[in-house]
């Protein structure tokens, strides 16, 4: 079946603009996390939803990153303002659900690379 | 804190063996995986350990000690495919409730001919 797909593959934007990064979970994955990688580094914990709600933001680096879920499935990351300093990979993973995903089930996106000029 | 550290680039040749080490300091250990990531792609999961000893799978094998706070993978007739970024990450006592995971800065091996 399909995986997790993300959308843009790429995203270039200027400096202080509005980006919108979007995540589609594989079908029926309750728990989907968001990741921020930088170029040779290992990806950073940005923020995870069990269903709706947003049960662990503590990644986000500030008031400028935001991230919805609202029908369970898809989600957006929202970054306002963005800086030079946030360009990087940004990964979704999903999971089936929260207990599965503490072993082996974290399945993840190809990402979208955000480049801020 | 955490830290999570392995080396930062490997090289090998085509049909030998390889082994890649992970060292762990977090609060608390509630497992410890590896990821394979080739360029531009999406990391895909390797194995897992939250027990003493090795998880083998065909021909990657993965070792844990958790008095040591180490951890490698073993990787066996490589192949040129194998060409890529292993990453280790652990699951702490806090971020077991959520799933999250702490990643290393990801290794990157170089299979040669």
């Known amino acids: 079946g399909a995986g997790v797909s993300q959308t843009p593959s790429n995203k270039v934007t200027e400096k202080g603009k509005y980006v919108e990064l979007r995540c589609d979970p594989i079908s029926g994955h309750t728990a989907l996390y968001w990741y921020r990688q930088s170029l040779g580094q290992g990806p950073e914990f940005l923020i995870y939803f069990q269903g709706t709600g947003a049960a662990d933001d503590s990644g986000l680096p500030n008031d400028r990153f935001f991230a919805v879920r609202p029908e369970g499935s898809v989600s957006t990351l929202k970054i306002q303002r963005t800086e030079r300093g946030d360009s990087a990979v940004y990964l979704c993973?999903?999971?089936?659900?929260?207990?599965?995903?503490?072993?082996?089930?974290?399945?993840f996106g190809p990402g979208t690379r955000l480049t801020v000029l | 804190g955490q830290n999570i550290d392995q080396p930062t680039e490997m090289t090998a040749t085509e049909g030998a063996i390889v082994q890649i080490n992970c060292t762990y300091q977090t609060s608390g250990f509630n497992g410890l995986f590896w990821y394979q990531q080739h360029a531009g792609e999406a990391p895909t999961f390797l194995s897992y350990n939250v027990l003493d000893g090795l998880e083998e799978k065909g021909r990657f094998s993965s070792f844990l000690s958790r008095s040591k706070g180490y951890s490698y993978l073993l990787l066996k007739e490589l192949q040129m495919k194998d060409s890529a970024s292993y990453l280790c990450a652990v699951r702490d006592r806090v971020s077991s409730n959520t799933g999250k995971l702490i990643f290393g800065q990801g290794t990157t091996l170089q299979v040669k001919p």
């Open positions: 993973a999903s999971s089936p659900d929260r207990d599965r995903a503490r072993y082996n089930e974290q399945f």
